[in-house]
Nanobody
């Protein structure tokens, strides 16, 4: 079984910073990509940022220039550095990982973390 454990959420004032981390553990052969999604009450879950094993990253337009995603492949860990936080960033943030298979190079399996609350408020 694969588990994604997130940490780093909390309450922060507008303009502040937080760093989220997500460590994958369990039966892992390879991780093709990891990313962060968020969901605010009453809204759909949206992609915040994602990064491939090769380091290629993409971001939602709303966070470009403020958030940075990074990955430590040796630790199977992904990070999200969030700067200049705004109240509209308030949401539950979910870690996501796309894992490869030892037995089928074309297969990919998706896992989710439990979510961590980020609240930006004065």
């Amino acid at each position: 079984q694969v588990q994604l454990v997130e940490s780093g959420g909390g309450l922060v004032q507008p303009g502040g910073s937080l760093r989220l981390s997500c460590a994958a553990s369990g039966s892992i052969f390879s991780i093709n990509a990891m990313g962060w999604y968020r969901q605010a009450p009453g809204k759909q879950r949206e992609l915040v940022a994602a990064i491939t094993s090769g380091g290629s990253a993409n971001y939602a337009d709303s966070v470009k220039g403020r958030f940075t995603i990074s990955r430590d492949n040796a630790k199977n860990t992904v990070y999200l550095q969030m700067n200049s936080l705004k109240p509209e960033d308030t949401a539950v943030y979910y870690c996501n990982a796309a894992l490869g298979s030892e037995y089928d190079i074309t297969a990919e399996y998706e896992y989710w973390g439990q979510g961590t609350q980020v609240t930006v408020s004065s």
